[in-house]
């Protein structure tokens, strides 16, 4: 099972290599896309997974303000 830094290495690796292919003159459209959608449904991966473990430990810490911002944050990831 990944660890969520492991999730975010290979966001970091698949951008990276989007990075090289439009520093690149010949772009692959479809390499780029494609990609891109990779990064995209880990990012989407990522949140869920740390949403999962640490979301209620970051709204039993947060007071006042950002305990608001969080729920909020919350309910808008859930409509998603």
Known sequence: M?????????????LQGVEKMLAEKQIDC??????LKAAKSAIASLMEKYLIS????CIHQAKGKNREQLK?????????
Not at 30 to 35: A, F, G, P, R, Y
Not at 54 to 57: K, T
Not at 72 to 79: P, Q, V
């Open 30 to 35: 479809l390499k780029v896309i494609t990609q």
């Open 72 to 80: 909020k944050i919350m309910s808008e990831m859930i409509k998603q």
């Open 54 to 57: 640490e979301f209620g430990c």
């Open 2 to 14: 990944k660890t969520n830094q492991q999730r975010v290495k290979n966001v970091i690796g698949q």
